[in-house]
């Protein structure tokens, strides 16, 4: 028995399958797509003004550790969130510990601080560099972020039982 060639047998097409009516819909759905998880970029005055009230929130998009390969995540899974009151941390650790925390479920990284020390400095190129100092917190000793005008950040996390971590993301005004 002869096996069929592409000019013997036909393809099905995605012509034969979408009428236009469903073309329209998907092109709908997908542009809501897009529209919905894509990030909105912020102005220079909006993100000045998030900076110096502390209102703001710090989403992980790339986390390198001092040891190993960078590591792309889900954004907004891992945050950083900054009130003018506290300073909430949910942030995970790869790399060498130099302690080993038995029988807690808690990320290293995770913390929250209502004793603070946060200094904001202007950068000469724009943009803004945050030092957050927690003295509550024994294992932090400090948080270091580079926020861009346009909303793109940067930011190292400095620990006294671990490796440093550095972080990379997106500032939102939403907390």
Known sequence: MPVPTLKQKR????KSYLSPQSNILWSIIGTLFICVFSVSVLSAQSTEQLVHDKKYTFKVET??????MARQER???YTLRVTPDSVISYLPFFGRAYTANIG???M?????STKFDYQVTD???GGWDITI?????GKIQEVMLTIFPEGNAS????STERDPMSFQGVIVGKN
């Open 123 to 125: 950068r000469k190129k």
């Open 133 to 137: 100092k927690p003295r509550d917190v």
């Open 108 to 112: 290293a990284l995770e913390f929250n």
């Open 155 to 158: 930011m190292r996390v400095i």
């Open 63 to 68: 986390i390198q550790p001092l040891r190993g």
């Open 11 to 14: 393809l099905p097409t995605c």
């Open 104 to 106: 807690t479920s808690e």
């Open 75 to 77: 954004p907004g899974y």
